[in-house]
């Protein structure tokens, strides 16, 4: 089985400061990791993934997250928040064998940015 | 190139009415998933298609949810008669197919449908 649990449903930071979006994951099987994003009116988007490999993984628009498996977490980055990051933003897991690759997904986490 | 797209972007009913969904998937791809979002809750998957084949039906509510992908193509979700608890975001993925590399295989979402239940 596998759950993601994202800490805080709702992150408000100040432009340019630090973004730091906290997820857990559980997985009893090798796991696949995911942030999404999704801005207003869109669907959602993948930001980065973590499957195999190098720990910390970098994305689009700046992101990074890195899997940390002693720690079950898989935390979402940004060193310096700009307006257009506000958004909900999803963690997700899926298994690494099989299971159709259906996602798992958490709360998520509605970022604020103030100017 | 299209990306997911999906029909209607929302739809007010009342509870005992039917509503069908319809979700258009990026050309090529044989994955098509379902999820939804009930407010408030976390994304929740529901059915997995590949090509015309349900591959795991696990996480659809109950039998008043008919999901079909005739020909492997578009796909529907039929709610029939909807309830209040229906009401959310219905999303729709698709990815190619998964033989081979796994790590490969991203799943493009849809912008949904908002299905309200009045």
């Known amino acids: 089985a596998q759950s993601v649990t994202q800490l805080g449903s709702h992150v408000s930071v100040s432009e340019g400061a630090l973004v730091l979006l906290r997820c857990n994951y559980s997985s009893s099987v090798p796991p696949y990791l995911f942030w999404y994003v999704q801005y207003p009116n869109q669907g959602l988007q993948l930001l980065l993934k973590?499957?195999?490999?190098?720990?910390l993984v970098k994305g689009i628009n700046g992101f990074e997250a890195e899997f940390k498996k002693s720690e079950t977490s898989f935390h979402l980055t940004k060193p310096s928040a700009h307006m257009s990051d506000a958004a909900e933003y999803f963690c997700a897991v899926s298994a690494k064998y099989n299971q159709g690759g259906k996602l798992i997904f958490g709360q998520g986490t509605e970022l604020s940015v103030k100017p | 190139e299209a990306g997911v797209t999906q029909f209607p972007s929302h739809s007010v009913i009342e509870k005992g009415q039917t509503v069908t969904l319809r979700c258009d998937p990026i050309?090529?791809?044989?994955?098509l998933y379902w999820y939804r979002r009930v407010m408030g809750k976390e994304i929740k998957f529901l059915l997995h298609f590949v090509k015309e084949s349900k591959q795991d039906e696990s996480g659809m509510p109950n039998n008043r949810f008919l999901a079909e992908r005739t020909g492997g193509t578009y796909s529907t979700l039929k709610v029939q008669p909807a309830e209040l608890e229906d009401s959310g975001v219905y999303f729709c993925a698709s990815s190619q197919d998964r033989r081979g590399d796994l790590a490969k295989n991203i799943q493009y979402f849809g912008a949904g449908t908002r299905l309200s239940v009045l």
């Open positions: 973590y499957t195999t490999g190098a720990t």
């Open positions: 050309s090529g791809h044989d994955n």
